[in-house]
């Protein structure tokens, strides 16, 4: 069992381990940069015959560093491609529309599993006050709701829990339109 991890922590963690992946991605892309720099510091070393080791490592070594380049900026990119708190309409960032994330209790126990999840989430979520405050046995969601900053787009993140003895076992996360949700639901208790 692990620690149940709150939506906007989940958005931080995400984030951290993204970065360690750009990291890796550019070392990676650097070695390929090792055999362009030697093939172009050999060349630049029959043109400039007299030049320095300066000038030559520099050949060398800005390949290495170019293609580093290469690889962070596509990694980044990728990161925020990645980011699901990112429009899909429109690519720009999904910014939480509330202070904290809706608790609600759902009537699937343990390890029960429902086929639909807009349907069946949307009618039997009844919010309780806190994750301590889930029947024994039942499951419960974190909801969010989230809005883009620049087209106004809006969804719906619901991750499902079942939580065991001061820990919380993950069940899945689940993203609909906030239009989609809303009238599954009939009412917007989930963003107050």
């Known amino acids: 069992m692990e620690r149940m991890i709150l939506a906007r922590e989940e958005d931080r963690g995400m984030k951290k381990e993204c970065y360690l992946v750009i990291f890796v991605l550019s070392l ?3 070695f390929v ?7 172009l510091s050999a060349v630049m070393q029959r043109v400039l015959k007299d030049s320095s080791p300066l000038v030559q490592y520099g050949f060398f070594i800005g390949a290495i560093v170019v293609a ?3 690889g962070f900026i596509y990694g980044r990119k990728s990161v925020d491609m990645k980011d699901h708190t990112v429009c899909t309409k429109c690519k720009g960032k999904m910014l939480p529309m509330t202070e904290m994330d809706g608790i609600f209790q ?7 599993a429902y086929k639909d999840p807009l349907p069946y989430l949307a009618e039997n ?3 309780v006050p806190s994750v301590s405050a889930i029947s024994g046995g039942q499951r419960g969601c974190y909801v969010c709701g989230y809005k883009c900053g620049n087209c106004g787009d809006r969804m719906v993140r619901i991750k499902d829990f079942l939580p065991r003895r001061g820990s919380c076992q993950d069940k899945g996360t689940y993203y609909f339109s906030y239009t989609e949700f809303l009238l599954a639901r009939g009412k917007e208790d989930f963003i107050n």
């Open 33 to 39: 940069g090792i055999p362009i720099g030697a093939i």
């Open 28 to 30: 990676v892309t650097g």
């Open 125 to 127: 979520m009844m919010r």
């Open 68 to 70: 580093m380049l290469i």
């Open 106 to 112: 759902i009537p699937a126990k343990g390890e029960e």
